[in-house]
Every structure is written in C-alpha cells, then in structure tokens.
C-alpha cells in the first residue's frame, strides 16, 4: 500500500500569509494526486486534481505542485474561510489512500 | 443542482448489517465512477470502496473486504453500501463521492452495543 506523509498535522497561520502543506508518497504516484479542503460542518471539497490543475471555481491562491513522491499545495494569500482541514489523496494505485490531514488555524 | 443524498445510517450493535443508499441528482450519474469514503470520529477520511460506471468491477481495501458490498442502480441514479459483520471500528459518518466535483454531506453510523 502506498502511505501518504503529509505535514505539518497543524498549521497556524495569519490572514494575508502564505502557507505550504507538504504530501509525501512511500513511492512514486506519478502526479495522480488531489488535494482536498474539508470545513467544520464536514463538506468536503476538491481544490487541486492531478497534482496541478485547479478545480472550477476555485480561488487562483490555490496552487498544488510536486512530482515523484513529493507533493504539495500552496495558498498564496490566506483569507478566513481558508481555515479548514485539508487532505492529500493518491489514486495512482489500489487502495486508494489519504494523507492524515493538516488543520490551517488562526495564529 | 448537483446533490449526492445518503440515507441509512444509524446504531447498530456489532456484528449486525446496514445498508446505505445515496441517491444522486443533477448531473448524468452513470458516466461517473461512485465511492464510499468514510471519517472515524476524530479522524481523518478513508476510502471504503469504488464501483465503476455499469458496477461491473468493486474495490475494496482490506479493512472491509468481504464485509462490505457496493452496487449501483443507474436507473434509479443510486449506489449503495451493504454493510454486513459490523465492528466498533466502522463507526463513522459515511460520504459518497464521486471524489470530484461531488461529494455528499455523509451519513453516521455507530457500532455498539
């Protein structure tokens, strides 16, 4: 199975600031990679998809990069609702699995 | 507007069965791959099963392997999740998903006794 390490598991953050969430794959995933935001009330939505490209709809702050085992996704500017949870996903192989997540709070 | 719907979850004591459904509106259900993924109180998401779009192939990680069963209805835009066997461990609020644009708002099943 394919473990996805992401980090950090907690993020303290300003409005304004830029932030990195790391992912990375115990091997290559060859980009088959998205990134996810979940709120407190559980909805769950998809920002990034094979690594790079960004969901419709999504703010252009949001950018996701990496390739071989080593991913990430950035937010260039952090606004309120920014602060959530946020989860990797790689579908390059069966099972299918999730980094353990990374909670953007307010500094 | 796109809605992904579940409904059966509930208490349950352990080594009994549920069934979730969750019925889909809104786009054009049986181009799209369906999923089951979950979220342990607490806990971060974990994928339960895919099934493709004619439900001719499953997936299922080793977790819930042999205890868990997924299906689809494209007539009725609905896929579904049998639940059979159940351990304290499969509590969680379950979504489905197309792990795209569309994902449900989950539904809670708790194991106990």
């Given at each position: 199975?394919?473990?996805?390490?992401?980090?950090?598991?907690?993020?303290?953050?300003?409005?304004?600031?830029?932030?990195?969430i790391s992912c990375r794959a115990s091997q290559s995933?060859?980009?088959?990679?998205?990134?996810?935001?979940?709120?407190?009330?559980?909805?769950?939505?998809?920002?990034?998809?094979?690594?790079?490209?960004?969901?419709?709809?999504?703010?252009?702050?949001?950018?996701?990069?990496?390739?071989?085992?080593?991913?990430?996704?950035?937010?260039?500017?952090?606004?309120?609702?920014?602060?959530?949870?946020y989860y990797c996903l790689q579908y390059a192989t069966?099972?299918?699995?999730?980094?353990?997540?990374?909670?953007?709070?307010?500094? | 507007?796109?809605?992904?719907?579940?409904?059966?979850?509930?208490?349950?004591?352990?080594?009994?069965?549920?069934?979730?459904?969750?019925?889909?509106?809104?786009?054009?259900?049986?181009?799209?791959?369906?999923?089951?993924?979950?979220?342990?109180?607490?806990?971060?998401?974990?994928?339960?099963?895919?099934?493709?779009?004619?439900?001719?192939?499953?997936?299922?990680?080793?977790?819930?392997?042999?205890?868990?069963?997924?299906?689809?209805?494209?007539?009725?835009?609905?896929?579904?999740?049998?639940?059979?066997?159940?351990?304290?461990?499969?509590?969680?609020?379950?979504?489905?998903?197309?792990?795209?644009?569309?994902?449900?708002?989950?539904?809670?099943?708790?194991?106990?006794?």
């Amino acid at each position: 199975d394919i473990q996805l390490t992401q980090s950090p598991s907690t993020l303290p953050a300003s409005l304004g600031e830029r932030v990195t969430i790391s992912c990375r794959a115990s091997q290559s995933i060859s980009n088959s990679l998205n990134w996810y935001q979940q709120k407190p009330d559980g909805t769950v939505k998809r920002l990034i998809y094979s690594t790079s490209t960004l969901e419709s709809g999504v703010p252009s702050r949001f950018s996701g990069s990496g390739s071989g085992t080593d991913y990430s996704l950035s937010i260039s500017s952090l606004e309120s609702e920014d602060f959530a949870m946020y989860y990797c996903l790689q579908y390059a192989t069966y099972p299918l699995t999730f980094g353990s997540g990374t909670k953007l709070e307010i500094k | 507007e796109v809605q992904l719907v579940e409904t059966g979850g509930g208490l349950v004591q352990p080594g009994r069965s549920l069934k979730l459904s969750c019925v889909a509106s809104g786009f054009t259900f049986s181009s799209y791959w369906m999923y089951w993924i979950r979220q342990a109180p607490g806990k971060g998401l974990e994928w339960v099963s895919s099934i493709n779009t004619d439900g001719g192939s499953t997936y299922y990680p080793d977790s819930v392997k042999g205890r868990f069963t997924i299906s689809r209805d494209n007539a009725e835009n609905t896929v579904y999740l049998q639940m059979n066997s159940l351990r304290s461990e499969d509590t969680a609020t379950y979504y489905c998903a197309t792990l795209g644009d569309y994902w449900g708002q989950g539904v809670m099943v708790t194991v106990s006794s």
